[in-house]
């Protein structure tokens, strides 16, 4: 419903709380504490809670992405109104734009944004592979040409650390090669172990009061390299340990097979995180398998493209059969953009190119995917994930039959 | 602040309330009633109330203005957070797409856009005459063809009605013809008469529960023209007389002069409203006249362009000075995007194109126009507007020299 204004505030000519809290987090120690409260009989997946100097997360749990500072098209305020609870930044683009230095004379990423609550920063490999221009791998490190003007740069595991530290991010990564698919096997090991030792070197420039290190788990689409890989880094001193690598053009079954293998080889009290993952189905399934965390592009690209999550399905706003409809996008969705807006309009505005529709689908397609998240974490508490999967399937089956089918056939729980 | 979000509400599978407004105003009579609560001493100022089926609107007032069905990049709570009471909707863009009569069957323009309150509707000609294609007038109405798509239409003045009486607009414009600076002598006069007959046409088609209803003075840069025009058209019975064809490329001495020479021949006890004005001088000038109403893209298209307005003047917020300036656009601005973002942000945001950089930018420009319209307003009411006038220019002067010494030279009143 619509606010009254207050004039009165309008008038005051003073800024007492603006810049109170910018500064607030710099030169303390980066907290981090995970705490498993409760897991799943029938599968591997737990309830926990993560806590950081920016608060706490609850897992499993989704961060969407905001790769240069915003989850693209909304602010703060609304992604905590659709449940968010943490956003991953994506280190190579702030590296680049607007530069880490001037994050970090500005107070840090969380002050820059306007965000509170938990960041994960990754450490710039995905990108530095999927994006940029001539890139160089030596021991050191690698050299890149930025994929926006051409200048060349030299990241190393360190320097990797060294940003993410001044972003004063929460969660850090380690820098790695991602390498894409199908690699040759020889090329997947030697890139494995260098970066095994790229994280070695990571722990090894650790200070006090940095952000907590999460590992990076390679080896492409080898299991013993996969196995190789988590044994030599659950070794070292991890806080976190990611799977990489992954969704990044392999079949799902590919994907859920390599996840089958290496999550039962990570430390059970320490959190998961699987990168770059994915639909509901794929978050589904890692969660099962013991995963915790998860962000991806997913929701938020699809909704600038007009692509929409319902309870019933995919969604494409722009198909003329939502011309004159005048339903919300879905009749169970109690989102802002459903309980305001009819597909006819979210029709309109997306076929005109409004700077709203891209607006009013991400809010839609965030809470989507945090009301799915909460629902699991809610199904895990009560102990009804059972039951929770089999009305997912019941639901989803037939609309994306490739998925279901697939989690039905690999998994054994139920 | 970030608030929590309801999980219980999140949860909720019904939806009682999201239709219950949609189709509250079908089939009713359209309310108008406009009342002067105040005169200013020592200008033509005054301060008044229009009141509509869809609530009331202070005067004077400034429309923002939702081309398609949206004020680019926001929602209507922010609209009315901050301070927006009444916006205007281009009939041209919305019988293009998505088509009034799409509109209509979804319940008409409040509902679908989601804006509870007072809504304006153009009629159109400005529009035919500076964005499509091949028009041809005539003395029934004017052929054109779409900007979109080249298609050809008619529209008559009688058709721009019934388009705005589907959208249930609270108040229409009649179809006129906005001619082009400069335009010669005797066009202008012949174009003027052409749409004060389609204004008659235009009040002899109204029907009982239609909008209420505007005419347009046109007349050119000719006095004679503007007078004969006002003349004839407040022998009619419009609820608002609007002055047209102004802010088309004309000197600003130009269309100071014109308001100068017509607003004074316009009935004192009916609503005035300049069309497609402007800058805060224009503004505050035209205010100091007697007018009541303005529409103008300016504070949202300069935002979208990094263009913004501050107390101490405009605001470029690409400038390489802005890079880690951790200040917010103004220290004296309390608007959402200055409590709690740097121009170092919005520059950053700005130069990578996110979305989040037009609503921020939008948000801080319209709160700048309705802060100093709430202000103007206050100062007819507690007779300072003499005060204010001249803080103002204090203010201005010297951050854009032309206009107020203009207004100086031109104003014979402090």
């Known amino acids: 419903?619509?606010?009254?204004?207050?004039?009165?505030?309008?008038?005051?000519?003073?800024?007492?709380?603006?810049?109170?809290?910018r500064y607030a987090h710099s030169d303390k120690n980066m907290a981090f504490h995970f705490t498993i409260?409760?897991?799943?009989?029938?599968?591997?997946?737990?309830?926990?809670?993560?806590?950081?100097?920016?608060?706490?997360?609850?897992?499993?749990?989704?961060?969407?992405?905001?790769?240069?500072?915003?989850?693209?098209?909304?602010?703060?305020?609304?992604?905590?109104?659709?449940?968010?609870?943490?956003?991953?930044?994506?280190?190579?683009?702030?590296?680049?734009?607007p530069g880490h230095e001037t994050i970090g004379r500005l107070g840090g990423l969380h002050a820059f944004i306007h965000w509170e609550k938990p960041i994960l920063t990754d450490s710039g490999g995905y990108q530095i592979f999927s994006l940029s221009k001539l890139r160089k791998i030596s021991e050191d490190g690698v050299t890149f040409q930025s994929h926006i003007d051409g200048s060349t740069h030299f990241l190393t595991p360190e320097k990797v650390m060294e940003i993410q530290r001044t972003l004063e991010s929460d969660i850090a990564m380690v820098l790695d090669e991602c390498i894409p698919f199908p690699s040759p096997y020889e090329y997947a090991k030697a890139s494995m172990r260098l970066t095994t030792r790229w994280a070695k070197r990571s722990l090894q420039v650790r200070r006090e009061g940095d952000p907590a290190l999460f590992a990076i788990i390679q080896g492409g689409t080898y299991r013993d390299l996969r196995e190789e890989n988590s044994q030599a880094l659950v070794l070292m001193d991890f806080q976190g340990y990611a799977i990489g690598g992954l969704s990044v053009g392999e079949p799902k079954s590919i994907m859920r097979e390599i996840l089958e293998w290496t999550t039962p080889l990570l430390p059970e009290n320490i959190p998961r995180y699987l990168m770059g993952v994915g639909t509901p189905e794929d978050i589904l399934h890692a969660i099962m398998l013991g995963i915790d965390l998860f962000d991806c592009v997913l929701p938020t690209r699809n909704a600038r493209n007009g692509l929409l999550f319902t309870s019933s399905g995919k969604m494409s706003i722009k198909q003329a059969?939502?011309?004159?409809?005048?339903?919300?996008?879905?009749?169970?969705?109690?989102?802002?953009?459903?309980?305001?807006?009819?597909?006819?309009?979210?029709?309109?505005?997306?076929?005109?190119?409004?700077?709203?529709?891209?607006?009013?689908?991400?809010?839609?397609?965030?809470?989507?995917?945090?009301?799915?998240?909460?629902?699991?974490?809610?199904?895990?508490?009560?102990?009804?994930?059972?039951?929770?999967?089999?009305?997912?399937?019941?639901?989803?089956?037939?609309?994306?039959?490739?998925?279901?089918?697939?989690?039905?056939?690999?998994?054994?729980?139920?």
Chains 1, 2 share one sequence.
């Open 1 to 21: 419903m619509i606010k009254n204004i207050d004039f009165i505030a309008m008038a005051m000519p003073c800024s007492f709380f603006r810049n109170a809290k």
């Open 321 to 414: 059969q939502y011309a004159e409809d005048g339903r919300p996008i879905d009749e169970m969705c109690l989102c802002y953009t459903c309980r305001h807006y009819s597909r006819a309009y979210l029709r309109h505005i997306y076929l005109t190119h409004e700077i709203l529709s891209s607006r009013l689908n991400t809010i839609h397609n965030l809470y989507y995917y945090m009301k799915f998240i909460k629902g699991l974490q809610e199904a895990i508490q009560e102990e009804r994930l059972q039951d929770f999967y089999k009305k997912f399937r019941q639901q989803r089956e037939g609309l994306d039959p490739e998925c279901p089918i697939h989690i039905q056939n690999n998994w054994g729980y139920f």
């Open 37 to 97: 409260l409760k897991r799943d009989r029938f599968s591997k997946a737990r309830l926990g809670r993560i806590e950081t100097d920016h608060g706490s997360l609850s897992t499993p749990n989704f961060l969407p992405v905001g790769t240069l500072g915003t989850v693209k098209s909304l602010t703060p305020e609304e992604l905590v109104e659709v449940g968010v609870e943490a956003i991953l930044g994506n280190t190579y683009h702030l590296y680049l734009k």
